[in-house]
């Protein structure tokens, strides 16, 4: 059963977006999580930018709002809340600070994974760490290659109690900072049927903030979502113990793994542009000054204002209804319900859509509001450095390819690292 009112939800912008349809349960967490992301999260967020760190108090909102457990699925004792839900809390996070809506993407993203390929012994532990030791976890899976599919360098050897030693330095460790658990990909070169498929050898492991041999370096510099402080991690003979082996060989990553990343940052980047317009609206009423011609007195009131306006919101809703779709598209490929390719296109066209729309108003807030935005108090530019540096994720040119083949074609997208 869907509830279709969001009266005790905020609007994102006014009464344009439509209802969505997320269940009682999930809407009534959303009503009840929306002030600690407007108190504790958005006042926070210029200083995080600033600081170029980990959002250590935001976090710690979030971990006392229960969010961060909210995909550990009923079976295993949690709320089992959907990928539509999961969508809207990024994008709801992404409007007050797009770097804590990316740590949050990961956490939710490995918890979704994991609990359904890591072996049976560790599963109950993890839910317990989720659960009673509100654990967040960050992920470490990029390497420093001259291709980003180059064969991993970081290894994790097999030990005689049945976990890993693990060697190797990654880079865009997002949320790994402090994590309580860093989810670090690494190689294995004794597992069984490399030789024919290097998939095999693939293996995740959680590795404990406190674990010995652990540098992290702390030397993210980016243009944009500098908090999430996703810079180099060293890790120099790291003992994994067996009850922290994520993944069996063979099982790991679900072949849909790459598709829910894409419809997150499609939600971040729409959560960003959303911020960016709110942001404007009172700037735009209270100090813009309206052109002569307009014949007005207040910007607001401006007719090109108001139709620019208009032209973002309008995006902005297209790109959201699209993207919020896409969650309930994840939730029916897990239940077998459609194929690969038919959730694969709809997320493509939903990346590509929130990254046209998000960076289109990111940049057309300036002339809404006028030269005066342009000074650095405003602050304004941060929505421009986040959109901008988050929508590199992966070329949505590719994206628009993608699609076109796909429709010209009948091109089915395998899986890969972002297909």
């Given amino acids: 059963m869907f509830f279709f009112e969001m009266t005790e939800l905020s609007p994102l912008l006014g009464k344009a977006f439509p209802h969505n349809r997320l269940e009682a349960k999930e809407l009534a967490f959303l009503a009840d999580f929306q002030p600690i992301v407007d108190t504790e999260i958005a006042p926070l967020a210029a200083e995080h930018d600033a600081a170029g760190r980990y959002p250590t108090r935001a976090i710690s909102a979030l971990k006392r709002s229960g969010v961060l457990q909210t995909s550990i699925p009923k079976n295993l004792g949690g709320r089992g809340f959907s990928h539509r839900f999961s969508l809207e809390a990024q994008l709801r996070i992404g409007i007050a600070d797009s770097s804590v809506a990316q740590i949050f993407k990961i956490h939710d993203e490995l918890v979704r994974e994991i609990l359904v390929y890591c072996p049976d012994a560790v599963r109950p532990n993890l839910v317990r760490w989720l659960q009673q030791d509100d654990a967040v976890l960050g992920v470490a899976v990029g390497e420093a290659g001259r291709k980003v599919d180059d064969p991993w360098t970081t290894i994790c050897m097999p030990q005689t109690d049945g976990g890993f030693m693990v060697d190797g330095k990654k880079i865009y460790t997002t949320g790994s900072a402090e994590a309580d658990f860093i989810a670090v990909w690494a190689f294995n070169p004794e597992a069984k049927g490399t030789e024919q498929n290097p998939l095999f050898g693939a293996q995740l492991n959680l590795v404990p903030k406190s674990a010995s041999g652990v540098t992290v370096h702390r030397d993210w510099d980016a243009l944009g979502q500098r908090a999430t402080d996703s810079g180099t991690i060293t890790f120099s003979g790291v003992k994994v113990s067996p009850e922290h082996v994520a993944s069996l060989p063979g099982k790991a990553p679900l072949v849909h793994s790459s598709l829910r990343y894409q419809a997150g940052f499609a939600a971040v980047l729409l959560g960003i542009a959303i911020g960016a317009l709110r942001a404007a609206t009172p700037f735009i009423n209270q100090r813009s000054r309206p052109w002569p011609s307009s014949g007005v007195d207040n910007a607001a009131a401006d007719p090109y204002v108001q139709r620019l306006t208009g032209e973002l919101v309008?995006?902005?809703v297209a790109a959201y209804t699209?993207?919020?779709?896409?969650?309930?598209?994840?939730?029916e490929f897990e239940r077998g319900l459609i194929d690969r390719t038919e959730l694969a296109v709809p997320i493509y066209a939903a990346k590509a859509a929130a990254s046209?729309?998000?960076?289109r108003t990111v940049s057309e807030i300036y002339p809404l509001m006028g030269t005066r935005s342009t000074a650095r108090t405003?602050?304004?530019?941060?929505?421009?450095?986040?959109?901008?540096?988050?929508?590199?994720?992966?070329?949505?040119?590719?994206?628009h390819a993608e699609l076109g083949r796909h429709v010209l074609t009948g091109w089915d997208p395998p899986p890969g690292i972002y297909q």
């Fill in 314 to 316: 309008s995006e902005l």
């Fill in 322 to 331: 699209l993207t919020m779709e896409t969650g309930d598209l994840l939730d």
């Fill in 356 to 359: 046209r729309a998000s960076l």
């Fill in 378 to 399: 405003n602050g304004f530019d941060r929505y421009w450095r986040n959109a901008r540096t988050l929508s590199l994720h992966d070329p949505v040119d590719w994206k």
